[in-house]
């Protein structure tokens, strides 16, 4: 059994930050990459960031520069800070992970439940 829980959504002005983060728990052998998604109402969910084992990152366009994605390996974690938050930012982030558990011979893609962020403007 594996979890991925969310924590650090919540209402901000526009302009301000917030930072989510993630952490996986469970029979975990290993991790490979880890990323941010985001479902707005009405939309698609869509990728916002990810990074790899060794720290390779990736970023939507439209957060790059404002958003900065890390990891701690050693506690299962993955981090969202996010800066200069604007009000079409506002959706529910969801954190994923691509993971492989004990006595599995490949890995899957897990996801969180979701974690609401709301920008007032």
């Known amino acids: 059994q594996v979890q991925l829980v969310e924590s650090g959504g919540g209402l901000v002005q526009a302009g301000g930050s917030l930072r989510l983060s993630c952490v996986a728990s469970g029979s975990i052998f290993s991790i490979n990459a880890m990323g941010w998604y985001r479902q707005a109402p009405g939309k698609q969910r869509e990728l916002v960031a990810t990074i790899s084992t060794g720290g390779s990152t990736y970023y939507a366009d439209s957060v790059k520069g404002r958003f900065t994605i890390s990891r701690d390996n050693a506690k299962n974690a993955v981090y969202l800070q996010m800066n200069s938050l604007k009000s079409k930012n506002t959706a529910v982030y969801y954190c994923?992970?691509?993971?492989?558990?004990?006595?599995?011979?490949?890995?899957?893609?897990?996801w969180g439940q979701g974690t609401q962020v709301t920008v007032s403007s």
């Open positions: 994923n992970s691509n993971l492989q558990q004990f006595r599995f011979f490949s890995s899957r893609d897990y």
